[in-house]
């Protein structure tokens, strides 16, 4: 069985950074594809990031030049470096993997979830 965990939500304020970080266990995150989503209330889950060896990274429009998805294959970890946040991040984090083929951002293409952490930003 998968466990996904991710850590490093918080409260900052516009014009400030955070790191998320994803943890899986086994160590699937070193060749599976791994996605950063978001849910903030009332809207739909969205696919911000994507990152798999071997191809390019994904970004949603929403926060291309603004975050940065990386791995730690050592660690099993992938991260999100979120940067010159805005309130409209504001949103639950989750990070995703047992990727399924088809599009990256779309959240019925994969199996393995973690319980998702806050996000807050004030303006």
């Known amino acids: 069985q998968v466990e996904v965990v991710e850590s490093g939500g918080g409260s900052v304020q516009a014009g400030g950074s955070l790191r998320l970080s994803c943890a899986a266990s086994?160590?699937?995150?070193?060749?599976?594809?791994t996605t950063w989503f978001r849910q903030a209330p009332g809207k739909e889950r969205e696919g911000i990031a994507s990152i798999r060896v071997g191809y390019n990274d994904y970004y949603a429009d929403s926060v291309k030049g603004r975050f940065s998805i990386s791995r730690d294959n050592a660690e099993n970890k992938v991260y999100l470096q979120m940067s010159s946040l805005k309130a409209e991040d504001t949103a639950t984090y989750y990070c995703a993997t047992g990727f399924l083929n088809g599009r990256w951002d779309g959240p019925e293409k994969y199996t393995h979830w973690g319980q998702g952490t806050q996000v807050t930003v004030s303006s």
């Open positions: 086994p160590d699937i995150l070193v060749y599976d594809r």
